[in-house]
């Protein structure tokens, strides 16, 4: 209904524009009445003056109205037909591949297509076919049959010797052995009969089993020979015969038994040799038993007829015959079976050296040997006496071997065996240095011997940890080895150091002041070097050279308690000219003046080197402008001063000393309140400055001085 709508739109619409007496019309469209129609499906045009629109070709459609060309028809379709709007799908078991087809092509044999619609064919898989044309489908190949490419038409037979029961077989399976095929196209292989046998797998056939030897079951893969005791003389057998009595077989795969020799017999069947009969019996005539001689004859292992023996002559099957003089127990006689001696006829003859008769052994131990010799070392048998024997085997120079005197080797034979790693024999020794040991292991350390190379050996006294003990190494106890002996402080081993901190020393010591290595609590340390009257040297107490240790450094120029070292030990200078002379009554008097002067005339004196004065030690600015240090204690007092003029004043004629808190007091003889007041300016300062800084200082020089005039 869509479809036609739009078909009568497009024609309304087309008609009104080329109404109006047209002579040409648009491609797609033709002249009809002077108007323009469009091509139906199926047609196309051109346009121009056309009246019609031509048809499609076969191979070809247009579906569309108003069409200027057709199209080919797509691959798996056809149009055999002009003026085809659409096109035709291939059916099932054809193809078109390519575009533009007039007919689908039928799939050939060995193809198919199972759809509509193909551009191709398919090919049958492996283990199908297709027989005809236009095929839909593959056949599956049936038993007997395979087949192994694609596209086949008939699937090919089994080969000889192959077999498949499987539909849709892309292979034959080969027939394995005891089984065969003999034709083509066989569902399954057949087992070979009994009698006859396949070796191999893929047979034909199966091979007849020949005389001699048999098959007993179906599917046998090979013949078997008969066994000893048996024979077959025909093919194709299934078993062997037993040999009857009176005959044997000794070896497989016989044809025929044979008859027992002359003298012997066989009482059974199946034998596989035949026996002798006894002394004074001898074989019936099948061979099957033996006889007894009549009395009065005798006949020995072998004979075949009984034989009167003693008569003094020799027949046929004597050996000899002594009449009278025969004897079982005269050695060299002719016994009373008219045979020779001989060894293992129970006498011992001259040649012997025993003869135990039928006791005689070669593997009994402790018996007279076969060869009626007494048993020996090197026989090959283990007598009593004997640990072992191996006969020639037997060798004292070859490892593990039995010993010629036939003694198990050991260690101590000189021999090295297993399990040995040195054998010197009698040398062998657990005392003796270097020696091989008892038990046939080398010297070592730790075997209680002190051997090359060892210093000590006290086998398991040996110890790493006892003090004073052999060591496991084999050496001394000494400093070094870890372990603390006897005069020994320390011993950490390898740890122990000359020159690390705190450690034990090479000489197992504990680290001291003065061994030279710097320890923890230490400042210095230069061994035999240290001394407390060198200058600058470190102090045997392992301390750094300072001011106060009594020895004068480089940096130094005293170090003693005069009054004249300060404790900077820096010399002090003598300020006053004549230390006797007498301060004076009016020195208070001109004390003002006279440190006016001195603070005149010296250099300003810094703040800063005041700082932190207290009452054990301060600094003072000389005139050359260098700073000394001077000790203000109890025990030093301020005595004079130099003047800036040269001239000696006193500030105060009072005596002070401290009062052992570190201030400045009057002395027992007296003093005044500019004393004291001078005294606690001094002492509660924290950096007396300018004059009475200086002051300060200037009386502490007067007591100093007068305290020296006292001592």
């Given amino acids: 209904m869509v479809a036609l709508l739009t078909w009568l739109t497009a024609f309304i619409w087309l008609s009104a524009v080329h109404a109006q007496g047209t002579t040409t019309c648009e491609p797609g469209f033709y002249l009809a009445a002077e108007s323009c129609l469009p091509c139906e499906p199926g047609t196309f045009s051109d346009g121009g003056a056309a009246t019609s629109c031509a048809l499609c070709p076969a191979g070809s459609f247009t579906a569309s109205l108003a069409s200027v060309q057709c199209n080919l028809c797509s691959p798996g379709t056809f149009s055999d037909v002009t003026g085809a709007a659409v096109c035709t799908q291939c059916a099932p078991g054809f193809a078109a591949p390519e575009a533009g087809s007039t007919a689908c092509s039928a799939c050939q044999a060995g193809t198919f297509s199972s759809d509509t619609g193909a551009t191709a064919c398919t090919a049958c898989p492996t283990g199908t076919f297709g027989s005809t044309g236009a095929a839909l489908s593959c056949e599956l190949c049936p038993g007997g049959t395979f087949s192994d490419a694609t596209g086949s038409v008939e699937c090919a037979r089994c080969p000889i010797g192959t077999a498949s029961a499987t539909e849709g077989a892309v292979s034959c ?16 292989c057949v087992a070979c009969a009994p009698g006859t046998v396949a070796a191999a797998s893929g047979s034909s056939a199966c091979a007849v089993c020949g005389p001699g030897t048999y098959a007993p ?49 066989a009482n059974s069947s199946g034998a596989t040799s035949c026996s002798i009969c006894p002394v ?36 046929s099957s004597e050996e000899c015959d002594d009449g ?18 001989f060894c293992g006829d129970g006498t011992i ?70 399990g040995e790693t040195c054998d010197d024999g009698t040398l062998n020794s657990n005392t003796a240095a270097n020696a091989c040991r008892l038990g046939c292991a080398p010297a070592t350390c730790g075997d209680g011997v002190v051997d090359t190379a060892e210093s000590c050996d006290n086998g398991s006294r040996n110890s790493d940890s006892i003090a004073g003990a052999c060591r496991t190494n084999c050496a001394v106890a000494s400093c070094g080895d870890g372990v603390l002996d006897d005069g020994e402080t320390c011993d950490d081993g390898d740890d122990n150091s000359d020159t690390a901190a705190d450690a034990c020393r090479t000489t197992c010591t504990l680290a001291i002041c003065g061994d030279g290595a710097i320890d923890d609590g230490e400042e210095c340390d230069d061994g035999t070097l240290n001394s407390d009257v060198a200058p600058d040297a470190c102090r045997t107490t392992c301390t750094t050279p300072r001011c106060g240790d009594g020895v004068i450094d480089a940096d130094e120029e005293c170090d003693d308690d005069s009054a004249l070292c300060g404790r900077g030990c820096n010399l002090i200078p003598d300020i006053a000219d004549d230390p006797d002379s007498d301060a004076g009554s009016d020195a208070g008097s001109d004390a003002g003046s006279d440190a006016d002067n001195i603070m005149d005339t010296r250099p300003p004196l810094d703040e800063d080197e005041f700082d932190g004065l207290d009452p054990e030690l301060d600094d003072v600015t000389d005139d050359d402008g260098t700073t000394d240090a001077l000790p203000i204690d109890d025990t030093n007092a301020i005595d004079d001063t130099n003047g800036a003029d040269g001239t000696s004043s006193a500030p105060d004629t009072t005596t002070t000393e401290t009062d052992g808190s570190g ?32 002051l300060c200082i200037a009386a502490g020089l007067v007591l100093s001085r007068r305290r020296r005039r006292q001592n």
Avoid: H, K, W, Y
Wanted: proline share 8%; hydrophobic share 25%.
């Fill in 324 to 341: 009278a003089g025969n004897s079982d127990d005269v050695p060299g006689a002719c016994r009373t079976t008219c045979v020779r001696a």
């Fill in 349 to 418: 003859d001259e040649d012997e050296e025993c003869d135990n008769a039928f006791l005689n052994s070669d593997t009994d131990p402790d018996t007279c040997r076969l060869t009626c010799t007494l048993p020996f070392c090197g026989d090959g048998i283990q007598d009593e006496v004997e640990a072992c024997d191996n006969g020639a085997a037997n060798s004292d120079i070859d490892a593990d071997a039995c010993r010629t005197s036939c003694t198990l080797p050991n260690c101590g034979d000189g021999i090295l065996d297993s």
């Fill in 217 to 265: 079951t179906n599917g046998g893969s090979e013949c078997l020979p008969c066994a000893p005791g048996s024979a077959r003389n025909t093919s194709r057998a299934r078993n062997c015969q037993l040999c009857a009595p009176g005959t044997f077989a000794a070896d497989p795969g016989l044809v025929a038994c044979q008859a027992c020799p002359s003298g012997t017999i």
């Fill in 663 to 694: 201030t400045l007091s009057p002395d027992s003889e007296g003093g005044d309140a500019d004393g004291e007041v001078a005294d606690s300016r001094c002492s509660s300062m924290p950096a007396p400055a300018g004059l009475t800084g200086f």
């Fill in 173 to 188: 399976e080969t027939c394995s052995i005891g089984s065969f095929s003999p034709a083509l196209g066989l569902l399954e």
């Fill in 280 to 315: 004074d019996a001898i074989p019936n005539p099948s061979g099957t038993s033996c006889s007894r001689c009549a009395p009065g004859t005798t006949a020995q292992p072998g004979d075949t007829v009984c034989v009167f023996c003693g008569d003094g002559v020799v027949q």
